[in-house]
Nanobody
């Protein structure tokens, strides 16, 4: 079993940047897909970005392309989400999740992910 702990959330002004992190412990492994999801108030959970096993490939939802970057530090079992040019609509609780061992293309469907963190709040003020 793997435990995922997010950190780095906070309050930032529109146009600003923030980097959030997620550390995995327990049954870790760099072959697994890792992803970031978010849930905004009153909205359904949305897949934001994912990184395939060993960080070979990544995928982003359209609304964050060009602004967010997902990366992994494999020896540290950590995944990051660098968020630039933040907008108020990015306000949400951000969750990291672990999925299957995939190296080709990862998907942003929550059903593919079996382990989840508790989330970190990101608030973007206008």
């Amino acid at each position: 079993q793997v435990q995922l702990v997010e950190s780095g959330g906070g309050l930032v002004q529109a146009g600003g940047s923030l980097r959030i992190s997620c550390v995995a412990s327990g049954h870790t492994g760099d072959i697994y897909t890792m992803a970031w999801f978010r849930r905004a108030p009153g909205k359904e959970r949305e897949g934001v970005a994912c990184s395939t096993g060993r960080g070979v490939n990544s995928n982003y939802t359209d609304s964050v392309k060009g602004r967010f970057t997902v990366s992994r530090d494999l020896p540290k079992n950590t995944i990051y989400l660098q968020m630039n040019s933040l907008k108020p609509e990015d306000t949400a609780i951000y969750y990291c999740a672990r999925g299957p061992a995939v190296f080709g293309r990862c998907v942003l469907s929550g059903g593919d992910y079996v382990s989840w963190g508790q989330g970190t709040q990101v608030t973007v003020s206008s």
